[in-house]
């Protein structure tokens, strides 16, 4: 079992950068796709980015590309969501997902077996 747990939200301006990081536990991080999703307030939950197991492949919601990137350091058992361009519609809670091993990075949240507790994020205007 996964256990992934998440960390660098808060309260930041329209505009501004944040950072959010997301530390697993055990042994086979290597072998998992990892990814982002969010959920605003009252709204369904929405896929965010995710990034294959070697780091090669990303792929990007359209409301965040070109804003957000995701990268990962294997040797840290870390993913990272590297968020620019604030808005406040990018006002929400970001969970880290992960796969089980060696499976392919997907945009659907009932894919992914692992979830971390979530961090929030609020833009302000």
């Known amino acids: 079992q996964v256990q992934l747990v998440e960390s660098g939200g808060g309260l930041v301006q329209a505009g501004d950068s944040l950072k959010l990081s997301c530390v697993a536990s055990?042994?086979?991080?290597?072998?998992?796709?990892m990814g982002w999703f969010r959920q605003a307030s009252g709204k369904e939950r929405d896929f965010v980015g995710a990034?294959?197991?070697?780091?090669?492949?990303?792929w990007y919601a359209d409301s965040v590309k070109g804003r957000f990137a995701i990268s990962r350091d294997n040797a840290k058992n870390t993913v990272y969501l590297q968020m620019n361009s604030l808005k406040p519609e990018d006002t929400a809670v970001y969970s880290c997902?992960?796969?089980?091993?060696?499976?392919?990075?997907?945009?659907?949240?009932?894919?992914?077996?692992?979830w971390g507790q979530g961090t929030q994020v609020t833009v302000s205007s």
């Open positions: 990034i294959n197991w070697s780091g090669g492949t990303t």
């Open positions: 055990g042994r086979t991080f290597r072998t998992h796709a």
């Open positions: 997902v992960g796969r089980r091993s060696f499976l392919p990075v997907s945009r659907v949240a009932s894919e992914y077996d692992y």
